[in-house]
């Protein structure tokens, strides 16, 4: 039996499997990455809208939703109920071979309870 270049094969499907893993890898520690930044933009952005509700609610909005965007996410809702405000934000992310994915989160931010 002649086994000469049965090391390349083997070789090559170890070299592949490597590149896998890696790539499996790198996609899972960006959806870690996105959701966290999706949470620290949800956090600041409900931060941001409260501080900005002497104004009305519409402006604790428009405070919300531009921390967001400066943040490299999107304000999917903004709510005010008295002086707390509660947003959800998304951060998208780019999967190998999936395609293109959300990270979501959402805050509240208001007056410390009695």
């Known amino acids: 039996m002649n086994d000469r270049g049965s090391a390349t094969v083997v ?31 949800a956090d600041m ?17 428009a405070a919300a939703t531009a921390s967001a965007e400066r943040m490299n996410a999107v304000l999917d809702d903004c709510t005010v109920e008295e002086w707390d405000v509660q947003v959800r934000v998304r951060v998208p992310i780019a999967l190998l071979r999936v395609g293109q994915r959300d990270a979501s989160a959402s805050a509240r931010a208001g007056p410390a309870g009695e």
């Open 11 to 41: 070789g090559a499907f170890v070299a592949m499997a490597l590149v896998v893993v890696t790539a499996l890898v790198v996609s899972v520690g960006a959806a870690v990455a996105a959701r966290h930044q999706a949470q620290s933009a």
């Open 45 to 61: 952005a409900a931060l941001a809208g409260a501080a900005a509700l002497t104004g009305g609610s519409e402006a604790g909005c």
